[in-house]
């Protein structure tokens, strides 16, 4: 098929193209069309097969015109796309070509479509531009108060919950199960606002009511009417402002209790350790090793954000559109939903699909912009890692992990997981290298708490 075609560039990565096919391919496509019609074609007066030209023409003349038009656009497109020279020209996968208008086919003529659609945007990251970024490294070393905070955090986890003694009045920090109903004008309970079973920490953050302090000193199976005033700016939006009262019965009341920090703690929580010693000492280690990781996505965020800010591009539309739909799909999945149904379930609670996902695009096109970005270095610094290299990283996570490397390498067995630890090790090695290139300054110094606290 002898074809011609015109690409002019659109805004947002998006290609117009214009085919042109010759007259005489035209003509020999609709032949071909009218030949099936003529094979299969039913017109009383003629047996099958054997309908003159003349009259399916006059019949089916415009089907067949449609169909054979349709013919000779996907033909072409399927030729134009799989030339290796048309790469950077290909559709994107996430939306079709779209025609603009549907032509007709006039055997006498050339035959001319054209489509729009988007393809994956031309980067190109100045190199010279890295000298001029300035990355700040925040300063931050793994302290006493930190270990003692995880190993705070780790009796807590293996405490046990207990009653409290009977007689024995709430307390902060004791977990409190009571049965609630808010009240109206002369003590009336209103409808549809009973919870029984409303189980919470005195003091912690799970009390959507903030009755906390009116709870201390009540003891099992007191009852107590206790009025609150939330303030006009309370995160609540259905309470800010306003002034309930609420009947608050305590039907239970449980205490923490938690284990002794010794050595047999430490034995309990990890096999390695046989004493409180060795506990504190690798949880130094995995804190170490946690605080090396952040700094590193903390480093590399920076880096990304510049370079954004150094290489101006567009997303294209279908792009963005598909990552704010997966995360929309891995939001039903996280609600344990479909995605029609998580939409009716925020219609009722007042909000709009729309507007979420107005507010996800800004970061969804940082997100996109930055996996562009690191792909495009990638390839044209031609980053490849060795089976060494691979291996260096298996003891590397065994290491960190308290496992063994066999154990490590189980868990990469598959291709898929495999695949995405070889691409993981790319990047870091890109990075490496990038960071050589641009300058770390020493930044503020935070606390471990601190750091995990900034986005």
Not at 211 to 239: Q, S
Not at 318 to 336: H, I, K, T, Y
Not at 348 to 377: N, P, Y
């Amino acid at each position: 098929m002898k074809v011609t075609k015109e690409i002019e560039k659109l805004e947002r990565s998006a290609v117009r193209l214009t085919v042109t096919i010759a007259k005489q391919d035209a003509a020999d496509c609709y032949k071909e069309t009218l030949g099936k019609y003529a094979k299969q074609a039913q017109i009383p007066g003629f047996r099958k097969g054997h309908v003159p030209a003349g009259v399916l023409e006059r019949k089916f003349g415009g089907a067949v015109r449609q169909e054979a038009a349709a013919e000779l656009i996907d033909k072409s497109l399927n030729e134009i796309f799989a030339d290796e020279q048309e790469s950077a020209n290909r559709p994107l996968p996430y939306a079709q070509p779209s025609l603009e208008k549907m032509p007709e086919l006039d055997t006498e003529k050339e035959f001319t479509y054209t489509v729009t659609y988007d393809v994956f945007p031309a980067v190109t990251v100045d190199e010279k531009a890295l000298g001029s970024i300035t990355i700040a490294e925040p300063q931050c070393t793994i302290t006493d108060k930190d270990v003692e905070d995880e190993l705070k955090a780790i009796q807590e986890r293996n405490a046990t919950v207990i009653d409290k003694k009977d007689g024995e009045a709430a307390e902060k920090d004791n977990i409190v199960t009571v049965s609630l109903v808010e009240l109206g004008d002369g003590g009336a309970e209103i409808a549809d606002t009973k919870r029984d079973g409303y189980t919470f920490t005195i003091g912690g953050a799970g009390n959507v009511y903030q009755i906390d302090d009116e709870l201390v000193g009540m003891k099992v199976g007191e009852t107590k009417e206790i009025t609150k005033k939330y303030k006009k700016d309370d995160a609540d939006k259905e309470r800010a402002g306003t002034t309930k009262t609420y009947r608050v019965t305590v039907t239970q009341i449980k205490v923490r209790e938690l284990p002794a920090l010794d050595d047999e703690l430490a034995q309990d929580v990890n096999e390695k350790c046989h004493t409180l010693a060795e506990l504190k000492a690798d949880i130094k280690k995995n804190l170490t090793t946690s605080l090396e990781r952040r700094l590193n996505d903390i480093k590399s965020n920076a880096l990304l954000t510049q370079l954004i800010e150094k290489t101006p591009f567009d997303i294209p539309a279908s792009m963005l559109q598909a990552e704010l739909d997966g995360r929309w799909r891995m939001m039903a999945q996280q609600f344990q939903t479909t995605p029609a149904d998580l939409e009716r379930m925020i219609t009722a609670s007042g909000q709009k699909k729309e507007d979420m996902l107005k507010e996800w695009t800004g970061d969804s096109e940082k997100m996109l912009k930055s996996r562009i970005i690191v792909d495009t270095l990638l390839r044209e610094r031609n980053i490849s890692v060795t089976p060494e290299e691979i291996e260096a990283q298996y003891a590397k996570i065994a290491e960190g992990n308290g496992m063994s490397v066999e154990d490590v390498k189980k868990h990469y067995a598959d291709a898929r997981s495999k695949e995405y630890l070889i691409d993981d090790t790319k990047e870091q090695k890109l990075y490496a290298e990038l960071f050589k290139q641009v300058k770390v300054t020493k930044g503020d110094k935070v606390t471990l708490a601190d750091l995990y606290k900034q986005q």
